[in-house]
């Protein structure tokens, strides 16, 4: 009887760790910050409602709620996988900061011209800072975080199997991103796009095959170039 209790508290005690570093894994991949899309519930009535019909009153009422939601956003901490856009962010959330400001002080005086203004200003600047952490399409935002996990954690720690497991589903995420339809605002870029997302393509191909021929230097060569395909992809957008 101890002896099955013993084993049952190390089975639970494995099953514990095992969820917490799921659940880590899960929250280092997220790219989703919560006081970003929080705004979305204050930008949206200004910019599709009170904007358009020039509802002056209500762009002012809205400016308590505006600095609320905004002085979150000033404390937000980006998520690690999203560091590399810290420089990006940084200027984004100055120019938000600044945005913010204007429509406070524009609020506050009788120059209804000069609101409108500084409500599409707000607008524009919220936008950007969506653009500046967020790729063009979710389905590279999908394959990013399946990629993170890999480049940052697995090839780091020469995880060949857990490398090789995870090429597969890499391979599916590059062609769902090579199918992937532009918004009609990036449309200039589709030529672009198709040239990096084809090498996006058979970067995941060439590391898929290092992973099923159990080649170690093929799969960390393999990740390294994969990382730098997306990089490239990325780039086009910016």
Do not use: C
């Amino acid at each position: 009887m101890k002896r099955q209790l013993s084993f049952l508290a190390v089975a639970l005690a494995v099953l514990f760790v095992a969820g917490t570093a799921a659940q880590d894994m899960k929250s280092e991949t997220s790219s989703e910050i919560p006081a970003l899309s929080a705004f979305h519930e204050i930008i949206y009535p200004i910019w599709h409602t009170a904007y358009p019909s020039k509802d002056y009153a209500a762009l002012r009422s809205f400016v308590p709620q505006v600095d609320s939601l905004a002085s979150k956003i000033y404390t937000a901490e980006l998520p690690v996988i999203l560091h590399e856009k810290t420089a990006k962010w940084n200027e984004a959330l100055a120019q938000f900061k600044a945005a913010v400001e204007t429509y406070d002080k524009t609020a506050a005086g009788t120059d209804d011209a000069a609101l409108l203004t500084a409500a599409e200003a707000l607008h524009a600047k919220y936008e950007a800072m969506v653009r500046a952490i967020r790729p063009v399409l979710p389905e590279m935002d999908t394959f990013h975080q399946a990629l993170y996990v890999v480049f940052h954690k697995y090839a780091p720690e020469k995880q060949y199997d857990m490398i090789r497991g995870a090429t597969a589903d890499l391979l599916a995420k590059a062609e769902a991103v090579a199918k992937a339809q532009l918004p009609k605002s990036r449309e200039a870029k589709s030529e672009a796009f198709k040239t990096a997302a084809a090498e996006l393509v058979e970067a995941a191909k060439t590391l898929d095959a290092a992973g099923k021929n159990h080649d170690h230097g093929g799969m960390e060569k393999g990740v390294d170039v994969l990382h730098a395909k997306y990089q490239a992809l990325e780039k086009l957008f910016e």
